[in-house]
């Protein structure tokens, strides 16, 4: 370009401005977009902000109804828990002639899938009793 050439400014300089405030305290001087308030990187851009509604504040659901109730279900559950292992251990091995792990199995449901496995995959120690016993005559 020529030193000589003259920039027509104007139009550029009489454009409304942005306004919005910096990082550094003062405001943006960039032009705002035609029929916006602020500049393509203060919000002006199409599709720019925040969506309507309340969109924002629905990112992971955990304080919904239904996960607050099963959290107080799954709470309650380990209070009881905790209340069956507490009686376990205060009783001396075996209650009423039963091992403990019966007295664990009472309190389960009938169809729980660990009941199941307990049945079909007795702890090793009721194992090796069962071995002793088929070999000795």
Do not use: Y
Request: overall charge positive.
């Amino acid at each position: 370009m020529s030193a000589n050439h003259i920039r027509n400014t104007s139009a550029m300089s009489a454009s409304p401005r942005c306004g919005a405030d910096t990082r550094g305290g003062s405001a943006c001087r960039a032009p705002a977009l035609r029929g916006k308030l602020r500049c393509r990187m203060h919000g002006g851009a199409a599709g720019s902000g925040a969506p309507w509604g309340n969109r924002n504040a629905q990112k992971h659901g955990a304080f919904t109804q239904e996960q607050i109730a099963e959290r107080r279900a799954i709470r309650a559950l380990l209070d009881e828990t905790k209340k069956l292992l507490v009686e376990m251990k205060s009783t001396p091995g075996r209650r009423s002639g039963r091992p403990q792990n019966e007295l664990l199995m009472d309190h389960m449901e009938p169809n729980d899938p660990f009941l199941d496995h307990r049945r079909r995959h007795p702890p090793l120690a009721e194992r090796r009793v069962k071995r002793s016993r088929m070999t000795m005559p």
